[in-house]
């Protein structure tokens, strides 16, 4: 059941480099990752890749396969035809250190741009009372693994290096929905996700929704209500506050 | 070329759980700390964790206690766990799992808002805080965000995020410093550039997980290669229960190349049963003496249990791992296995399939994506796979403190905890518990110095000459003697052990030792994985020699140590520790060394008839 496959895998350094052919032995049910790591093993000692838990949860082995941005630990070789020739690359919108590996340090730089969990002073650990249909929400959010694909795909800093200054990103515009609809979250974050983070960046194209592994609906369900509150603020602060209460009159 | 140097107070190897929570106690304690890891941060092997976090809160059945806890944990690991590190566990596990949720982890509720709590191997009540079946990625991603929120308070305070604590991610740390007997600092290289980096500190907390690397079918990532055990025993520190690895009873079979990933056991805690291929629950057949009272004889019983456990006994599938593991290896063994040669576990026809997505998510996706099987309609099969050594760092219960001065080690690393056996969801309570201690214990270690250990560049030369060896080398292909040392290890010192075959593993080890001296990696200092790997091997080849001389010693069978040719578990060898320990490197000694007696309040928690099946007569008489 094994066959050889065509791959042309990115090797370089360094901002340089150049696709690099390679014809490899597939095996039943295995995925792009094993492939790479078979021609570690056989051919190219030295190529590199990021990985951890091989079964789709650290988010650590993102790529563009055939351009499209994936888990190559998700990938099941028989997705492609055997004589289908695949291409593997690195992630486009970060800097290649080198082969598929990325240097994503802009991630972890806006994830700390985003102020943290801002629980009311007075509720002492042990005493949080929440309802499961109020938590869920955010509970959907938290399930991402950061992965950084939907940073990756989305058009505002594909190709616009200019904009990753002022744009957060669709990871960490979410984080901040998250926040914001977390039943304890005191903190006024709808104002900084337009003015600090660049939501208004966001045009609703829906190409990070459609990378996330974990399905995460991040459009529908954080950027455009992010946004609604961003509006109904404009309108009338007022708004805020009785959310605010509002999020925690269940429990 | 030149080395970077850095100074701080506390430097924890390890971004899992346990160093993630050491380095916020360190920090919390006004100490500069450095956090050094293998991936990037967030990625850790904590990661993976699925079911949940043990904490006896009681927050489902009232009933639950930190005794009970404490009892359920000696059970697990057949009565040889580090007693006072039981108590603490089950004493402080609540406190610390209410401390995440104030650093803003929302754990799955109760109907009365609370956190909820669910069934696990071993556990008497409904003990685990849970995720859905991602429990560590709510733990450590909760942990990272702490980290992140204490950077935040520091810049502030002082301009500058890292005043206080840094991230040194894709860095491997490949030799501890010492200054006379005392812990000076820790040597390693960037993965990224293959730069060489040297820190100053007068303390080092290990937190750097577990050893599956060395097996073949394992749950374990790469990361698994077992360097703080051999940092560990490098530095001069010992090394106890060795022997004792976890095979977790129910790891992927098919396809080939996911075989060993993990299939949460949260899979039975909420209903699924074990079947043969007669379609038979094969568990009823499996349950041991010492638990015979304790779980149910009949499937009516066992099903009853899930919504009326005070009148029911619980369903045998729940038995402790290493039960479940035996039985499993069993029925292949006979013949009545899958047919890809591991069992049945069934969830489809036990609950609805709406409640299997919202109760198992990451196991539908897991097995959707990877096998092709959808799991609220047919049956997985499964088999066992290495997963958690419950060996690790001899250390004290209270503080985490090695017998290197300066040395700490918290988490799986370390050893003791568990016994011969884990239960699940004792280990991410237990990194928060004792990663907690081990921040503790090295800040007090540091408050009481008078002088700050020296790093001396002689240690650093030859620390350098050791890391870049491999690159000068043009021999043989790590990988090569990788596959070795795992199909080695899987076959020999693997579930079922026997002396000869012991024997053959350690020849294999001695022969391997010489090969890794010859290995060389192609291509430069770049995120180069060949000469990553070239240098791990050390390390798994130490820590494979440790559990292979002790599982020959040990004769009996006890939890994770199963011998062939010693079936049963014998009262005597309960009183006994194998504390491996190394010289020069070059080999490991292993020596007994007589366990602890339990404190008198401890030892009356239990039944006397129940410790009768554990305690020699000289030990019942007191
Ligand atoms: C699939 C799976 C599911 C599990 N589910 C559960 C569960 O539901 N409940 C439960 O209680 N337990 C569970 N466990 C066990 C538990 O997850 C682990 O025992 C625990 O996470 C280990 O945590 P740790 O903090 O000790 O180390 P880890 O989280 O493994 O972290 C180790 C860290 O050390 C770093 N490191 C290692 N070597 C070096 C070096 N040389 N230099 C620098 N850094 C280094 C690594 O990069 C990493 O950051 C599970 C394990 C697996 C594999
Ligand atoms: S929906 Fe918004 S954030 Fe997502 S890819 Fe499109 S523009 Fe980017
Ligand atoms: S939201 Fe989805 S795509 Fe984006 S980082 Fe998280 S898991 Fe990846
Ligand atoms: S290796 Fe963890 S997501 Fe692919």
């Not at chain 1, 563009?64 to 593997?88: A, D």
């Not at chain 2, 029911?312 to 296995?337: Q, Y």
Request: net charge negative; with cysteine; proline share 4%.
């Amino acid at each position: 059941m094994s066959y050889k496959a065509k791959f042309r895998v990115w090797r370089g350094e360094g901002g340089e480099g150049k696709l690099e052919d390679f014809t490899v032995e597939v095996n039943e049910g295995e995925v792009v990752l094993d492939i790479i790591h078979r021609l570690q093993a056989t051919q190219a000692p030295d190529l590199a890749v990021r990985w951890n838990c091989k079964a789709g949860k650290c988010g650590s082995c993102s790529m563009e396969i055939n351009g499209k941005p994936r888990l190559g630990c998700m990938t099941r070789m028989s997705t492609f035809t055997e004589e289908e020739v695949i291409t593997v690359t690195p992630m486009r919108t970060f800097p290649v250190i080198k082969d598929l590996v990325c240097d994503v340090s802009f991630n972890y730089q806006k994830a700390r741009e985003v102020p943290s969990f801002t629980p009311p002073k007075d509720v002492r650990p042990g005493e949080y009372r929440m309802k499961q249909v109020d938590v869920e929400r955010s509970q959907e959010f938290r399930k991402c693994i950061e992965c950084f694909m939907c940073n990756n795909v989305c058009h505002v800093i594909r190709d616009h290096e200019e904009n990753k200054a002022a744009f957060s990103g669709p990871r960490f515009l979410m984080r901040i929905a998250e926040l914001d609809m977390h039943p304890y979250d005191v903190a006024d974050r709808q104002v900084s996700a337009q003015e600090d983070h660049g939501l208004g960046y966001c045009n609703i194209t829906k190409c990070c929704t459609e990378v996330c592994p974990e399905h995460i609906k991040i459009t529908d369900n954080a950027l455009i209500p992010m946004k609604e509150r961003v509006v109904d603020r404009k309108y009338d602060p007022l708004v805020w506050l009785g959310n605010k209460i509002f999020k925690r009159s269940s429990s | 070329m030149e080395i970077e140097r850095h100074d701080y107070d506390v430097v924890v190897i390890g971004a899992g759980g346990a160093g993630l929570r050491a380095a916020i106690e360190a920090r919390q304690q006004g100490k500069r700390t450095a956090i050094v890891c293998k991936s990037l941060f967030g990625k850790a092997h904590t990661v993976m964790a699925e079911g949940g976090a043990a904490a006896a809160m009681g927050n489902v059945n009232s009933d639950d206690n930190w005794m009970v806890h404490f009892r359920d944990t000696m059970r697990g690991g057949k009565f040889l766990n580090n007693w006072r590190m039981a108590e603490l566990h089950a004493k402080e596990a609540p406190d610390r799992v209410w401390e995440l949720e104030a650093w803003g982890a929302l754990f799955d509720r109760t109907k009365d808002g609370k956190i909820s709590q669910r069934n696990f191997g071993g556990h008497e009540y409904p003990r685990l805080a849970h995720v859905g079946d991602r429990t560590g990625l709510e733990l450590i991603r909760t942990l990272q965000q702490r980290v992140v929120a204490l950077q935040q308070e520091d810049y502030e305070t002082h301009g500058d995020y890292e005043a206080y604590i840094k991230v040194f991610a894709e860095c491997t740390v490949t030799r501890l410093l010492k200054d006379g007997d005392a812990i000076s600092g820790a040597f390693g290289y960037w993965r990224e550039t293959g730069n060489l980096i040297v820190f100053d500190a007068p303390t080092v907390v290990l937190a750097t997980g577990g050893i599956g690397k060395s097996y073949v079918v394992t749950s374990n990532s790469w990361e698994y290669t077992g360097d703080g055990h051999a940092l560990a025993l490098l530095a001069g520190a010992k090394l106890i229960n060795m022997e004792f690895i976890q095979f977790h009873p129910t790891g992927m079979v098919w396809p080939p190349s996911v075989r060993g990933i993990l299939v949460t056991e949260s899979v039975r805690g909420d209903g699924g049963v074990l079947r043969n291929s007669e379609g038979k629950r094969f568990m009823f057949d499996y349950i041991p003496e010492v638990f015979k009272d304790k779980y149910a004889t009949s499937e009516e019983e066992a099903d009853r249990w899930y919504t009326d456990q005070a009148n029911n006994r619980r369903p045998p599938e729940l038995l402790p791992r290493d039960e479940v593991a035996r039985a499993i290896n069993s029925e292949v063994k006979a013949g009545r296995g899958s047919p890809q040669g591991g069992v049945f576990l069934d969830v489809s026809t036990r609950l609805p399939a709406e409640e299997i997505k919202r109760r198992l998510p990451s196991m539908h996706h897991q097995f959707k994506e990877l096998a092709d099987v959808d799991i609220t309609t047919e049956p997985m099969q499964v088999g066992p796979t290495c997963h958690y050594i419950m060996g690790g760092v001899e250390v004290d219960a209270d503080t985490g403190a090695a017998a290197v001065p300066g040395l700490f080690a918290a988490g799986e690393v370390s050893g003791g905890m568990h016994g011969s056996n884990r239960l699940g969801g004792n280990s991410l309570s237990d990194l928060l518990v004792f990663g907690r201690r081990a921040g503790l214990g090295a800040s007090d270690y540091i408050n009481g110095l008078k002088v700050r250990p020296k790093v001396s560049e002689a240690s650093v030369e030859s620390a350098r000459k050791e890391a870049l060896a491999p690159l000068e080398r043009t021999g043989e292909n790590p990988y090569e003697v990788h596959q070795e040392l795992q199909r080695s290890m899987n076959d020999l010192v693997g579930i079922i052990r026997k002396a000869g075959e012991i024997s053959e593993a350690l020849e294999v080890i001695e022969k391997l030792k010489e090969r890794v001296q010859l290995v060389g990696a192609a291509g430069n200092r770049i995120y180069n994985p060949g000469w990553h790997l070239a240098l791990d091997l050390r390390n798994m080849l130490l820590v494979s020699e440790c559990v292979a001389k002790a599982a020959l010693l040990r004769e009996e069978s006890r939890g994770g140590h199963t011998r062939d040719d010693f079936p049963v578990m014998a009262a005597d060898w309960r009183r006994k520790l194998l504390v491996c320990s190394t010289t020069d490197g070059s080999g490991v000694t292993v020596v007994e060394q007589a366990q602890p007696e339990m404190r008198q309040d401890l030892f009356d928690l239990f039944d006397r008839g129940e410790l009768k099946k554990y305690l020699t007569e000289e030990e019942m008489d007191r």
